[in-house]
């Protein structure tokens, strides 16, 4: 794991599927561990490693980032209505 991420990770679900998920965090430039999971894939995206989705939702309508294939593990952004 990426060292600066140690204590950002949420939870993973086994050894060979690993799903990480945040919640609450400002996705800026310039902060440790937001830059080290960009580096990631960015290397992921160099090499042509396509077996990853990832998906940033941000604080404004539209603001959504997808990287990798996220399809390829159901992970998909869904808009609703509750009261």
């Known amino acids: 794991m990426i060292p600066a991420l140690k204590d950002f990770v949420k939870g993973a679900e086994n050894s060979s ?21 960009n580096s990631f894939m960015n290397f992921l995206e160099e090499t042509d490693y396509d ?5 940033r939702v941000g604080e404004q309508m539209g603001d ?14 869904s808009r609703s209505i509750s009261w």
């Open 17 to 37: 599927d690993r799903r990480y998920y945040w919640c609450d965090i400002k996705w800026y430039e310039g902060y440790e561990e937001v830059d080290s999971v």
């Open 51 to 55: 077996h990853y989705g990832f998906i």
């Open 64 to 77: 959504i980032e997808e990287r990798g294939d996220p399809a390829q593990y159901e992970l998909y952004v």
